[in-house]
Nanobody, 126 residues
Framework: QVQLVQSGGGLVQAGGSLRLSCAAS????????MGWFRQAPGKEREFVAA????????YYVDSVKGRFTISRDNAKNTVYLQMSSLKPEDTAVYYC???????????????????WGQGTQVTVSS
C-alpha cells in the first residue's frame, strides 16, 4: 500500500505560479512512476505530467508544456509539480498518482495508476 498526501495549491492570478507537493509513504518510492492529473468542474480527470523513478524522463500533456515542471526527490519520497504562467483554464482539482514502474511508454491513462492523493484545488483568476 502506498499513501499519497498532497499539499500546496490555492488561488492565484493569471500569470502567477504555484507548486504542488505529494509525499508518499513506504520505502519503495523509487519503484514508482509518479504522475499528476487534474479534474475541472464537469470534466473528466485528465493526465498532466509523469516522471520515471530516477527522473530520467518526464512527459507532459501539450497544454502545459513549457509552463509546468514535474520533479521528484527520492530521498524525501516526494514529487512536485511546479506550475508557472498559470491560466484560468488550469483551474481544477489536481491529483498526484503512482504506479509501479514497468517500462516505457509512460502511462498517461487514469486507469493505469493504482494510488491517488486526496486532491488539491488550484484556482486561477483572470
Amino acid at each position: 500500500q502506498v499513501q499519497l498526501v498532497q499539499s500546496g495549491g490555492g488561488l492565484v492570478q493569471a500569470g502567477g505560479s504555484l507548486r504542488l507537493s505529494c509525499a508518499a509513504s513506504g520505502r519503495t518510492f523509487i519503484s514508482y512512476v509518479m504522475g499528476w492529473f487534474r479534474q475541472a468542474p464537469g470534466k473528466e480527470r485528465e493526465f498532466v505530467a509523469a516522471i520515471t523513478p530516477r527522473s530520467f524522463n518526464t512527459y507532459y500533456v501539450d497544454s502545459v508544456k513549457g509552463r509546468f515542471t514535474i520533479s521528484r526527490d527520492n530521498a524525501k519520497n516526494t514529487v512536485y509539480l511546479q506550475m508557472s504562467s498559470l491560466k484560468p483554464e488550469d483551474t481544477a482539482v489536481y491529483y498526484c498518482a503512482s504506479r509501479v514502474w514497468t517500462g516505457y511508454p509512460l502511462a498517461t491513462s487514469r486507469s493505469s495508476y493504482d494510488y491517488w492523493g486526496q486532491g488539491t484545488q488550484v484556482t486561477v483568476s483572470s
